[in-house]
């Protein structure tokens, strides 16, 4: 199952989610009524006979209050959860982690999430982390891949190594690719409208102790609220149903694709281990119970677990590793105060076995190269090498400059001066900052020293820095950037790639759901017409051979009629119009665009810088994150 059927798969378990949702909703609206019947024949009050209860006006109002209160408890969070991963953070109480942190852990974990946003080439995700919580523990957050959150605990960065880290943070990036990150949010919002039952009366049964003042029918508010706890006990086992049935297998599936881009098993296996052997993976968090389907280990202790819990057991994670991962937990655990801090599990005999029962790809093998579309949302061992030593490749100076929000504006900056054609002085003028003309002249020049091969990744690492800045500093910024590239009234390819990634990172609706809207390619005819056009004269195809060129790659996709546009039509802020309506289209129809558009980038076999840059941003606009190493 490759990028587009996972997410494709995603949206129809949102349907799955609504089903189990509605069946949720009548159970416990019976149990409500009954809860009803009891409690009055109990009290010897008989309002109707029970063969009439059906039909009685107080059953209609008991079951509109429950829908009523499970409906805003889901309103209420989704409410919280409007600003997507981030507003989960937030109502978690996680800590931002600045990337210019001088936090050693935290400067590890920087480092293995920029490596692998480099490698599979999403943007990186805002680091949080919980410093309150001593397991081991992770998650991912946010409605697009484009606007992620990942957050790590406090045990996660102080017990794991690098390799360790590296797997767990993988295992969430899959998460990413796999269209989890909404389904779970999603999920959150069910899962808190189940539950506002047993909210209510845990309330009730609170505010009847603290209350002096009236205890003249209190007894009756007691009994209220313990039925509604009872009830709400019904609503958390449909919801751990619910996550069980939703979860597990993603888990599994991410474990997996956490040993296919690092290739080393020990390092999600080493994690395992260590929250078997160790402090686990549990969280005091009060939220504890609403985040175990989305985190990386359990968070919760609780009977049935086998039953109800959101993830698979620790020793049939590691039974998928390999055969000898259990034996090896154990001899650790037997053997913990002389080896576990020290040493790191060597590669099991059966690991490469994991995902699907064969071995993973030799480096050196004849393996036939995938299409573009299929390496999207996977990483390779050649991917994560690349992203290795290209990091390895930026000064060490010009890299604590994207870390920064400050500097790392001015790399945004300097980025269009080291690359655009227009006069310093003209550029300068455009941005109307003064006292720093000097630095980020300087700056430009060091950048176009490095070569042209080191700018996208330069926006890649700059761009996270900003994130976090208020939305005032952030549209000031793609104000300045708009300013600079309008200077000699054309767009290069370049530029147009540095400001449609900004604007998606650092716009106002960035961090907003996005829907599917379009389901045929007809319906976006003209975007596509438009897009494709602009591929084929980016290919440096003269006119003859652009014209057959459009219309071989283009086959299968536009309707008949539509053929090349001249450059003179294909403006920048149309291109910006069209990608922005394309990004809406259903995800199996994407590959195919993905596709079409590599065939036109690459059509002379040779893949120059620009028209890589002009690549990667076209598919990171359209939300398919795809791998800097391209081939055919």
Known sequence: ?????????????????????????????????????????????????????????????????????????????????????????????????????????????????????????????????????????????????????????????????????????????????????????????????????????????????????????????????????????????????????????????????????????????GALIKIRNGNGSHLASAHAEDMSHMCFGETLRFRWRNLLGTHPPLDERLCALGSDWVARARSRARNAHSTARHTNPGTPQGASAFADGSPAPSRHGTQPTPAPSQRIGTVSEPDMGYARSLLETIPDDIRRQTRSPKSAENVLYALILSASNSSTEALLAALDITGQRPALVALSKQIHAQGSRLRLPLIDLALPALKPLPAADRARILAHLTALIEVDDRYSFFEWALVGLARQQLGDQSGKNRRTRFRRYGALAAELQLLFSVLTWASGADEKNARTLFQLSTHGLLPAGRTLLPLTHCGSHKLSNAIERLADLSPLLKGPVIDAAADLVLADGKVQVQEAELLRAVSALLECPLPPLFSR
């Open 1 to 269: 199952m490759d990028f587009f059927q996972h997410q494709e798969r995603a949206r129809r378990k949102t349907g799955l989610l609504v089903l189990y949702f509605i069946l949720a909703v009548i159970a416990i609206v019976v149990c409500v009524n009954l809860a009803l019947l009891l409690t009055l024949f109990w009290g010897n009050v008989q309002i109707v006979h029970a063969h009439q209860w059906l039909a009685h006006p107080i059953v209609h109002w008991v079951t509109g209050l429950t829908l009523a209160v499970m409906i805003f408890g889901c309103l209420i969070k989704l409410w919280q959860l409007r600003n997507g991963g981030k507003g989960l953070a937030d109502m978690l109480g996680a800590r931002h982690i600045p990337m210019d942190s001088a936090d050693s852990s935290e400067k590890k974990l920087i480092n293995v999430v920029e490596e692998m946003s480099i490698a599979s080439g999403i943007a990186a995700p805002q680091l949080y982390v919980l410093d309150k919580e001593s397991g081991i523990n992770a998650f991912v957050a946010g409605f697009r891949p484009s606007e992620t959150v990942l957050v790590v605990t406090l045990g996660t960065l102080n017990e794991l190594n690098r390799d360790e880290l590296q797997g767990v943070i993988a295992h969430e990036f899959s998460h990413i690719f796999n269209a989890d990150m909404r389904l779970n949010l999603r999920l959150l919002a069910v899962l808190a409208g189940i539950l506002a039952l047993g909210k209510v009366g845990e309330y009730l049964i609170r505010g009847q102790r603290r209350s002096s003042s009236n205890r003249k029918g209190g007894g009756g508010l007691v009994f209220a609220g313990l039925a509604l706890m009872v009830v709400g006990y019904v609503g958390l086992f449909f919801g751990r149903l619910i996550k069980a049935a939703i979860s597990r297998q993603r888990e599994l599936l991410a474990d997996a694709s956490a040993v296919q881009f690092t290739r080393n098993p020990a390092g999600i296996g």
